[in-house]
């Protein structure tokens, strides 16, 4: 049973209009570059298509399947990169 979308207690929240947004990003920010290069991309593809962009990535990943696996760059390299991406092209 689907529980009914309550549109008015969340209204002040919504972003886009009613239009559609895109939440995207690296997976894991492992770099700088790599996050610029991604925001460039998808920035471009979302004017294209009218679509509102939110850039997304992950600077510690605790959920991997692997206790080995790597998590990220950490919090204070992460927000480095995220500022980076804020900053170059001015986006959320």
Do not use: T, W
């Not at 919504?14 to 895109?22: D, I, Q, S, W």
């Amino acid at each position: 049973h689907r529980q009914k979308y309550n549109k008015s207690k969340s209204e002040n929240h919504l972003a886009g209009n009613g239009k559609l947004v895109l939440l995207g990003g690296p997976c894991v920010a492992e770099s700088e570059k790599l996050c610029l290069e991604i925001a460039e991309y998808l920035i471009g593809l979302c004017a294209e298509l009218d679509i509102q962009y939110v850039f997304k990535a992950s600077y510690d990943k605790a959920n991997r399947s692997s206790g080995s696996s790597r998590r990220g760059p950490g919090l204070k390299k992460g927000l480095e990169y995220l500022a980076a991406v804020k900053e170059k092209f001015n986006i959320q």
